[in-house]
């Protein structure tokens, strides 16, 4: 029987491309930073024309560095979409995002420094822009939101963040009506050094289904809820399982750091934690291309976000993560 969360995430339905690499083959690493809710996800899905990255309107919905892998004929770009980088962390799951993200540009080929052109520069751009001019690797300054401003105030918007990092290429462009992007793409192969293929012409990710679907799940957490108790979830899936019909099976427990915050979750009746799992199982059924049972379960532990030990259990933490 299919394990659905053993297996790559492919593309369907398109033309078969060999795994042999012309001359003159481009490869490489693109790492996408900016501050939280500039729009990296929404761009990065925009790239991959399909959802693998959670999306809302709530600034640090990213917490993991992830990949999305485009392939083509003459090229292959790895995009490593990243936590946004914040100023001052206030726990150890902040510390972590802020160090995955940073750790991310010593790994790339290229950054795709991404900025909101409806804000004016603050502290952390300029920290982005002061860590950036340290190297020498390719930076591309994508202004997103263009769709947003006027023109008198994307120009001078633009000014301000240019300013920061001379050096650095830049375009406009909209990551959710798709204006810019095809040309941010040329730019970015343009950018690429030539070299192999690093994954198979098919892959599309480096993230399971089963990662993606619990994303998925805190995602609708993030849209639904207010306040701080969205910020204080976690998603882990327990079950991912393709059953005899076809149907796929998820069982998934959300954690909470309060007790107030579980009868929240779950709401008067049930009826907070249906209508989240009612609106996670479409976003999950489009995953995988077929009809999902979805249950989830809440559990509260206590100040999750500080305890090393739960962010290890939960995915959030790696060697670097204070003892």
Avoid at 239 to 249: S, V
């Amino acid at each position: 029987m299919n394990e659905p969360d053993n297996q790559p995430i492919t593309e369907i339905g398109d033309e078969p491309i060999p795994f042999e690499t012309p001359e003159g083959h481009r490869s490489g690493f693109v790492a996408l930073v900016g501050r939280p809710n500039v729009g990296k996800s929404t761009l990065m899905n925009a790239f991959m024309r399909q959802k693998i990255a959670a999306v809302t309107h709530r600034p640090q919905t990213t917490r993991t560095r992830q990949l999305g892998i485009i392939t083509e004929p003459g090229y292959q770009m790895i995009f490593i979409d990243t936590p946004g980088i914040i100023r001052d962390p206030r726990h150890e799951l902040d510390e972590y995002m802020v160090q995955t993200a940073l750790e991310t540009l010593d790994d790339a080929d290229v950054v795709l420094w991404l900025v909101d052109l409806s804000e004016r520069p603050g502290p952390a751009d300029r920290e982005i822009a002061a860590r950036l001019a340290e190297g020498d690797r390719k930076v591309i300054l994508a202004l997103n939101k263009v769709d947003t401003v006027s023109p008198a105030e994307a120009l001078h918007q633009t000014e301000a963040y240019v300013s920061l990092l001379r050096s650095a290429d830049w375009l406009h462009l909209s990551a959710l009506t798709g204006d810019g992007v095809g040309e941010l793409l040329e730019k970015l192969v343009a950018a690429l050094p030539e070299g192999p293929r690093y994954y198979p012409p098919d892959q599309i990710t480096d993230i399971y289904e089963r990662n993606i679907a619990a994303e998925l799940i805190r995602e609708q957490i993030m849209l639904q809820l207010r306040d701080e108790v969205p910020y204080g979830t976690a998603v882990r899936v327990r079950d991912f399982k393709e059953r005899a019909n076809g149907t796929t099976y998820v069982s998934a427990d959300i954690f909470v750091e309060r007790d107030s915050h579980k009868s929240i979750v779950i709401g008067a009746g049930g009826a907070q934690l249906k209508a989240i799992g009612a609106a996670a199982r479409e976003q999950i059924e489009q995953l995988v291309g077929g009809k999902v049972f979805l249950e989830l379960w809440v559990k509260v532990e206590k100040d999750w976000r500080r305890n090393p030990n739960l962010l290890r259990q939960f995915g959030y933490s790696d060697e670097w993560t204070k003892e």
